[in-house]
């Protein structure tokens, strides 16, 4: 029993018990966050903070209590014999047979204005702008460009964004597409399959050209009110002082320990004395993001960004990194601004959502709104037969959906408004009913409609905001992968993405089923790939206080865990705490599998098994929401107890 209190089952012990001490205390150490997916406690799950110092153990004193260990290991595995709960599949402790309690992570309630970022010193900093009566847009740059530096692992500023807004006094939605693109001299011909593919996953061919830093320029020109220096100063200030080591960024570099092979950011984060990463808790200075911070503070801005020293030294750091992307890719990037779709929900509520893979999600909820769910429905504890029913119903639906996504590409490439329109269709949801059984799941994938597949989305950064003006901002970024393309810039410090990997290629080795990847989604210069990020806000048509602005960050997750967070704001629960705290499930089609966050009731996965699901329970933290909800008079927000940095701020 013992043994289960730390997650740890015996079938892991038959091969720890015969190491060394050595090897021991290594495994002991090892990659934290992927050993408390064990626990059973919910705040321990993702969250604990290891602000001990490192220490190095006296192995003469260490091998008495090895000895004494040993003992009482083998005496604990014969107990553990009879114990018919534990899973005997590696280290895997069994799902809940009663509801979680409520995570630790505290609801907060503001007046005035609030943000939820992924990182608390972010949103401490734009504190401080509300307080001085920012608007959305000011709140948004500020954030945009402090995530760049406190979050580098997976926003940057030679990334992208994808905003969405909305402007009560206006009564005007907007959405701002600052997502990368392919360089105009991008040409790719693969020799062979397989390796050759391993050139746009990362490295100099991986780099796609950012449009960060001309989305914050459009964002400043034409919605800011504050200066150029307000917003940035106090990034500057931040990164001089240096930021925080979190325990999500510390676990970030510890599994892409290659980005310190780059002799700056290993000198940032490695600890002299003791050779390894620098504790939690520690502050690190990126200086030559300050430098860049304080180059980019001085460009003027009726000036194009690019064209004073910002450009010559990003054409600087292209060249020396052998990129494809060059200052001119930079110079012409277009940023598309245009209004947002409008999305009927019922309640009068309203879904504003970009013209993107987002639009999957108002797909979702068409077809789920069908099935007139109540809060009955979610209740597993006590209706368990009608809460299988209704998470098999859910989960269908993603893949129904999820099928579609191979349809879509960028909307200047090709025309997306008639595939849009119908997976918004009534048509297209009652098909998609008509196609689930509730009994049981459909063997073949050729029952889903899938031809193409497209390729896995990666890390993101989400922010959303409501402004003391009523200003509510969405907004999502990315550099890809956890560190983008492994290449940071000689000069800026900055980390180049790697967007190429998110478009599709011809014959490329992650073939599935004999499915090749979508043509819709090839590169052509100045292209957008195919991305999850959803930034959204749900309005209500009869009540300016009464609304929701939700994004997240988690790759292709993220477009399931938004659909099942809005469901519950719709159906199930007006609590934006039990929303963002409650399991989540996930499912894409191929792979064919059934994923689901711990938490998630015994019965629940039992019943879904049984009508054929293939289920695995993730090891890792999934998708970030960050959400705010404006109830009457007061902005409720939290903080997703998934990431440890993850914070709230308003007044």
């Excluded at 030294?313 to 598309?336: E, G, S």
């Amino acid at each position: 029993m013992v043994l289960r209190v730390f997650g740890i089952t015996k079938d892991y012990w038959v091969w720890i018990f015969p190491l060394s001490g050595f090897t021991l205390g290594w495994w002991l150490d090892k990659k934290e966050t992927e050993r408390m997916i064990t626990y059973r406690d919910r705040s321990a799950l993702y969250g604990r903070d290891t602000t001990a110092p490192d220490y190095k153990p006296s192995w003469p004193k260490i091998s008495g209590m090895l000895i004494f260990l040993a003992v009482v290991i083998f005496l604990l595995i014969t107990h553990e014999e009879s114990d018919p709960n534990i899973i005997k599949n590696g280290r895997d402790i069994p799902d809940p047979e009663k509801p979680l309690p409520p995570s630790s992570s505290k609801l907060y309630k503001f007046k005035h204005a609030a943000i939820s970022t992924d990182s608390q010193e972010c949103s401490d900093i734009a504190r401080k702008l509300m307080e001085r009566h920012a608007n959305g847009f000011d709140l948004a740059l500020n954030s945009l460009i402090c995530m760049s530096l406190t979050n580098i692992q997976s926003c940057g500023l030679f990334g992208g964004f994808l905003l969405t807004a909305y402007i009560p006094s206006e009564q005007k939605s907007i959405v701002i597409d600052a997502q990368m693109t392919s360089p105009k001299n991008f040409h790719f011909t693969p020799k062979q399959e397989g390796e050759d593919y391993l050139k746009v996953k990362e490295g100099p061919m991986s780099i796609a050209n950012s449009g960060f830093l001309k989305g914050l320029w459009e964002i400043h020109r034409n919605y800011s009110k504050m200066s150029w220096h307000d917003i940035i100063d106090p990034v500057i200030l931040l990164c001089r002082e240096g930021i925080v080591l979190t325990k999500h960024l510390r676990d970030s570099i510890e599994m892409n320990s290659h980005i310190l092979n780059d002799t700056y950011f290993r000198n940032i984060f490695i600890d002299s004395s003791s050779g390894r990463i620098k504790r939690v808790g520690s502050k690190v200075v990126l200086l030559k993001q300050c430098d860049f911070l304080e180059l980019l503070s001085k460009q003027n801005t009726t000036e194009d960004i690019f064209s004073g020293d910002v450009g010559k030294l990003l054409a600087d750091d292209l060249k020396t990194a052998n990129a494809i992307v060059d200052i001119n890719d930079l110079q012409t990037y277009k940023v598309k601004v245009y209004e947002a779709r409008k999305f009927d929900l019922i309640n009068d509520n309203v879904l504003l959502v970009p013209n993107t893979c987002a639009i999957l999600i108002p797909a979702i909820l068409n077809i789920l709104m069908k099935y007139n769910f109540n809060s009955t429905w979610f209740d597993s504890q006590h209706n368990t037969n009608l809460s299988i029913l209704m998470h098999h119903r859910i989960i269908e639906t993603f893949k129904h959906v999820f099928a579609m996504r191979s349809e879509m590409s960028d909307s200047d490439f090709m025309d997306t408004e008639n595939i849009i329109n119908y997976l918004l269709s009534n048509d297209f949801a009652y098909n998609v009913i008509k196609s689930i059984n509730d009994s049981f799941v459909k063997p073949y994938l050729q029952d889903y409609n899938l031809s193409t597949i497209v390729p896995q989305n990666h890390g993101t950064s989400h922010i959303s905001i409501v402004a003391e003006n009523n200003d509510l901002i969405s907004v999502t970024s990315s550099i890809n992968f956890y560190f983008g393309s492994g290449i940071i810039g000689s000069k800026s410090g900055l980390i180049f993405n790697n967007g190429m990997d998110d478009f599709s290629y011809f014959n490329r080795s992650v073939n599935y089923f004999g499915l090749k990847e979508t043509p819709t989604n090839f590169p052509e210069p100045q292209k957008r790939a195919l991305s999850s990020v959803a930034p959204l806000i749900i309005i209500n048509k009869n009540n300016e206080r009464s609304n929701l602005i939700i994004g997240a960050a988690g790759g292709s997750k993220i477009i399931t865990s938004i659909s099942m967070a809005i469901l519950r704001f719709l159906y199930d629960s007006t609590d934006l705490k039990e929303i963002i705290d409650a399991p989540r499930f996930h499912h894409q089609l191929i792979p064919n599998i059934l994923e689901y966050e711990y938490g998630n009731l015994m019965w629940i996965i039992n019943g879904l098994n049984e009508k054929g699901h293939n289920s695995s329970r993730y090891r890792y933290r999934g998708t970030i929401i960050n959400a705010l909800k404006i109830d009457q008079r007061k902005i409720h927000a939290i903080s997703d107890y998934r990431k440890d940095s993850s914070g709230v701020a308003g007044f």
